[in-house]
Structures are given as structure tokens and as C-alpha cells.
């Protein structure tokens, strides 16, 4: 057996796989953005060790609300065994989302590497592809793929102690934000609503008073928020923008926080549901009193009366923080914020505010939550190119091995 023959041929069968496999994926490429996600930045080379500093952005390029349950992300050694959203995670329109290698476990090549996007059906929804990856560079789209160098400076480990050295005055803008303008930096001081976490990881609700007269998102793409609770007057500085009919601070790093006084919850008074499921109440406390008419997995439908008790109104209410089993029939009370999706107005119970379930009469048991865990997808990717390609290789390397002249005699 010809030796050197044989790993010519291994070598060859393992670069046309590297190389033909995004061609694969990509053969039935459609325009960026069909599915409404895409892939906007990577981060896969950072200075120093790359452990838990690389990441991937996701972008909602649509005109409504994405639900990234389901979808798939994978690289070019991932395809066995890629990363799943098994939870639901609502992308607003023009809102980004970071995938962290922490979470992922996806480890990114600084040498030839591919990410694949993959829709819930299983669809290629986007895919982008690099040969090298410069040291503590973002690989970015802004009409096309380049290499932007950056300089990773951000105080993230600045204390809560440090955002009060200059102690500013509070500023109230709160009649202001009509006629502030996109990109526009505002500032605003209110009360902490929600944390970062329990309505979505990069973004929290801060209301102008504890009656909620208004309410505005603090969002902050990279997640970096200060450590605060529900009740603590807080002052923020960020740029303005609105998105689902709400408007929103986004901020950038901890210097834009100052954190005031501290409040207690039991002076944020919640509404009530009644005739109050419109766009200028979400992000607001409310709460809540209905029977359970069905238990699905992380969400129920309550039914419950209007203010005047002579109607019934059907919400749907998001139980992703909860652990509880459900039954049909059930009272249930508890508080929570109001969000919409692209199928109407949610409802999301946070336990840190209250829950209290009573068994009616008719409780069956026969309707416990189903707690069995999601299946996943099955990636689709085309064997067309890669089995043929794969074939011929390896056949390559057998024919070699077989003959007499090696090929570096050639």
C-alpha cells in the first residue's frame, strides 16, 4: 500500500466536504431575509481566549413579530448535533438577538467556517461563510460582509456602586417622548416594572409613576443592565427609537443607568384586565382572575369577566417562568405583563408577583400539563453534492492506494 498516496487521498475527501458542504446547504439559497431572520454579526475571534466571548446576532428583518421556537443554528461541524431554540423566544421587529457560545456551545473556526440559519420547518433561512477571521474583529452585513475591527473597552464589570458617582438631578421627559426623534438621545427616570429576564433577556419596563400612566422599554442588545429591583427609581440615558407601538430606550453599557431610590412593589398598582387589552397598556402590570378553559405547554387560555361582569374575555397567558402543573377548570389569580405577538395580545405571569390557583368542582384529572420535552427538528440539508462528493474522494484515495507509482513521483 502506497502510503503517501493514501493521505493525499483522506486529504482530499476532507477538503472537498469542507468546501462543498455550505454549497450543499445552500442549494436551494433563497434571497436574505425570506424567513424574516437573518444573520447580521459574528463575533468568532476574540483577543485572548475565545471561550464564552464569541457570539452570533440574529435579526428580525420583518414587519412583525418572530417567534425564534424551533429555529436552528448551526456551523460547519454542528450539523449533528446543532443548537435548537427549544423555548419560546419573541423577536419584535428590528430587534436583534445574541447567541453566546455559553449557551450554544458552538464553536466558531477563526479558519474556514460556515453558519446556517434554519427556519422551524427546517428551511435554510440564512447562511453566511468566512476564510479567516481577523483577532477581535465582527464579521458585520451593511450592504455586504465585512470585517469590522473593534475595541472590547465596555466596563461590564462596573458595580452598581459606580453608577452613582455623579449623582444627576432626575429628569422627567416623560410629555417629551412624542416628539423625540429616532436615534435621539433621551433620558428618563422612573420606576423599575419588570427585570431583565422576565419579559425577555434584553429588555426591561420602567413606567413614569406607580399608577403606569406611561410605560417605556429599556433595551439593551447585549444584555448588559445593572443590577435593580422591581420598585427602584432609576434614570436612564439611551437613544430613542419604537417598535410595536411602544417606545423604547436603547442603551449601550452600565454608565447609561443611575440608580435613584428604592420603592417598594406593593406601591405599583396593577390594572386590571377588563376593557384594557389595547397598545397603549402593554408593557403594563396587570391582574388577573379567570377559570382555565386549556392547558398547553408554557402557556394557558383563561376565561374571565369584564369590569361590568356581563362578558367574557379569552386571554392567552404565558407561563415560561412557572414550574406549576395546570388543570382545566381552575381559578387562577395572579399578575403579570400585558405583550402582544403576531396572533394578538399575551398575557406573561411573573411569579415573583403573586400566583394563586383554586380547584373548581369539575377540575379533571385527566388534564395535567404535558411536560414532555420538545422534539427536535431534523435538519435538511441536500445530499445531493455532499454523498457524491464524498464518494468520489474516498475512491480517489482507494485508486491511489492501489497504485504502484506514488503521486508525489509524478
Not at 450543499?24 to 468568532?44: D, H, M, Y
Not at 464569541?54 to 450539523?79: F, M, P, Q, R, V
Not at 404565558?318 to 381552575?330: I, S, Y
Request: glycine letters at 4%; proline letters at 3%.
Amino acid at each position: 500500500m502506497n502510503i503517501k498516496a493514501f493521505f493525499v487521498g483522506i486529504f482530499l475527501a476532507i477538503f472537498m466536504l469542507i468546501i462543498l458542504t455550505p454549497v450543499a446547504l445552500s442549494a436551494s439559497n433563497q434571497t436574505r431575509g425570506w424567513k424574516g431572520l437573518v444573520i447580521s454579526e459574528i463575533f468568532p475571534n476574540p483577543a485572548g481566549t475565545d471561550k464564552d466571548k464569541e457570539w452570533i446576532k440574529i435579526y428580525n428583518s420583518a414587519n412583525t413579530e418572530i417567534n425564534l421556537k424551533d429555529w436552528i443554528i448551526s456551523d460547519n461541524y454542528g450539523h449533528i448535533c446543532p443548537y435548537i431554540f427549544t423555548k419560546d423566544l419573541w423577536l419584535e421587529d428590528d430587534d436583534y438577538f445574541i447567541l453566546e457560545r455559553k449557551e450554544s456551545n458552538i464553536i466558531l473556526n477563526n479558519f474556514l467556517e460556515t453558519i446556517s440559519l434554519f427556519s422551524s420547518e427546517g428551511e435554510l433561512a440564512d447562511q453566511v461563510s468566512y476564510i479567516q477571521a481577523p483577532e477581535d474583529s465582527i464579521y458585520t452585513y451593511n450592504q455586504g460582509w465585512l470585517w469590522q475591527k473593534i475595541s472590547l473597552t465596555e466596563n461590564s464589570n462596573q458595580t452598581k456602586e459606580d453608577t452613582s458617582k455623579d449623582e444627576p438631578e432626575l429628569e422627567n421627559n416623560w410629555d417629551k417622548l412624542s416628539e423625540a426623534e429616532s436615534e435621539e438621545v433621551f433620558t428618563l427616570s422612573g420606576i423599575v416594572l419588570t427585570l431583565p429576564g422576565q419579559v425577555s433577556s434584553q429588555y426591561f419596563f420602567l413606567s413614569q409613576d406607580r399608577k403606569q400612566s406611561r410605560v417605556v422599554q429599556i433595551y439593551s442588545y447585549n444584555k448588559v443592565f445593572p443590577e435593580i429591583e422591581v420598585g427602584e427609581t432609576l434614570k436612564v440615558s439611551g437613544r430613542f427609537s419604537s417598535s410595536s407601538q411602544l417606545y423604547r430606550l436603547k442603551t449601550s453599557s452600565l454608565e447609561d443607568f443611575y440608580i435613584d431610590t428604592k420603592q417598594s412593589l406593593e406601591k405599583i398598582i396593577p390594572l386590571e384586565i377588563n376593557n384594557n387589552l389595547n397598545e397603549k397598556n402593554l408593557g403594563k402590570i396587570f391582574s388577573i382572575k379567570g377559570k382555565i378553559i386549556k392547558v398547553k405547554k408554557n402557556s394557558l387560555t383563561v376565561q374571565t369577566l369584564n369590569h361590568k361582569g356581563d362578558g367574557l374575555v379569552e386571554l392567552e397567558l404565558d407561563t415560561e417562568l412557572l414550574t406549576e402543573n395546570f388543570l382545566v377548570n381552575q381559578i387562577l389569580e395572579a399578575k403579570g405583563v400585558l405583550k402582544n405577538n403576531s396572533q394578538g395580545y399575551i398575557f406573561k405571569l411573573i411569579p415573583d408577583y403573586g400566583l394563586n390557583i383554586y380547584n373548581n368542582i369539575s377540575t379533571s384529572s385527566s388534564a395535567l400539563v404535558n411536560k414532555k420535552s420538545v422534539n427536535s427538528k431534523t435538519l435538511k440539508p441536500s445530499l445531493k453534492i455532499i454523498l457524491p462528493a464524498l464518494i468520489f474522494s474516498l475512491l480517489i484515495a482507494w485508486l491511489l492506494t492501489k497504485r504502484k507509482t506514488s503521486v508525489f513521483d509524478l
